[in-house]
């Protein structure tokens, strides 16, 4: 599909695992990407979700950021 890339390619860009991807497509966190039969397929201009962890928030926090 024209406009759109794989899990596999995305993964390879973002230099996370291909898994990560796919869970984060499950969860919505990837802007516009949608399931075409068994695979996920992602816009070509998708900029990367910020990740925000409780215990990262928490850090900030104790150090009055």
Do not use: D, F
């Not at 966190?29 to 979700?49: C, H, L």
């Amino acid at each position: 599909l024209k406009g759109y890339i794989t899990v596999s390619e995305i993964a390879k860009q973002w230099k996370v695992n291909p898994r990560t991807i796919q869970v984060m497509c499950l969860k919505g966190k990837i802007q516009g990407a949608e399931k075409i039969g068994n695979m996920w397929m992602i816009p070509t201009e998708t900029e990367r979700p910020v990740a925000v962890s409780y215990t990262h928030l928490r850090a900030h926090e104790s150090r009055g950021i």
